[in-house]
């Protein structure tokens, strides 16, 4: 068990809705990263925030959003579902440095039908 | 821009043999490099990660890698495969640039262990 938790572990929704992933990081990490992995893409980077504040954006597409609250937990909305957005939500913490490793959550599995 | 090549997408190997899994990196700076471990239908777990100093990194579970600058690689290796290593394992790459870094990945190994 690594400390962070996301929810929901499983979501099935239709193209065109938009969805709401949820990420607690471990207790004390700062740094909250948002990963999608597919098929086709791999892992992919798609945002960090480091306490409160946007700090890199990856491959992140218009239709997602991010943001992280003063209790350091972070949502992932993801909006226009395409079916290709099937994919597994990775969300990631770490302290502070980055030379820290990153705690992985189980991630979320979403289905776009 | 910082890049992961892992050569083989899936490697077999028998109960008791050596496990390695290639790893060649790119970055203009001097990288940070990890190794993680994904089972089915989990989370990844890092096994190991090299910042600076000692450039063989022992991890979890037996697995070791040895990180060399002028091959540009972060091979992993363990002496005898067992059944409970079968797996996805994932190298990824970090710039190091302070609180605003990301990990860049590898497409990943899959390792199967037969007996």
């Known amino acids: 068990d690594s400390g962070v938790t996301q929810t929901p572990k499983h979501l099935i929704t239709a193209t065109g809705q938009r969805v709401t992933l949820r990420c607690s990081p471990r207790?004390?990490?700062?740094?909250v990263y948002w990963y999608q992995q597919s098929l086709d893409q791999g892992l992919q980077f798609l945002i960090h925030?480091?306490?409160?504040?946007?700090?890199a954006k990856g491959n992140i597409l218009e239709r997602f959003s991010a943001q992280q609250f003063p209790d350091l937990h972070s949502e992932l909305n993801l909006s226009s579902l395409e079916l290709g957005d099937s994919a597994l939500y990775f969300c990631?913490?770490?302290?502070?440095?980055?030379?820290?490793?990153?705690?992985f959550g189980p991630g979320t599995r979403l289905t776009v039908l | 821009a910082q890049s992961v090549t892992q050569l083989g997408s899936h490697v077999s190997v028998s109960e008791g043999a050596l496990v390695l899994l290639r790893c060649n990196y790119s970055?203009?700076?001097?990288?940070?490099l990890f190794w993680y471990v994904q089972y089915p239908n989990q989370g990844l777990q890092l096994l190991l990660k090299y910042t600076t100093g000692a450039t063989l990194v022992k991890g979890i579970n037996g697995f070791e890698a040895e990180f060399k600058k002028s091959e540009t690689s972060f091979h992993l290796t363990k002496p005898s495969a067992h059944m409970s290593d079968a797996a996805e394992y994932f190298c990824a790459v970090s710039d190091g640039s302070g609180t605003a870094s990301k990990l860049t990945f590898g497409t990943g190994t899959r390792l199967q262990v037969t007996l």
């Open positions: 990631a913490s770490s302290y502070e440095s980055s030379y820290n490793e990153q705690f």
């Open positions: 207790s004390g990490d700062l740094s």
């Open positions: 970055s203009s700076v001097p990288p940070y």
């Open positions: 925030y480091y306490n409160g504040e946007e700090r």
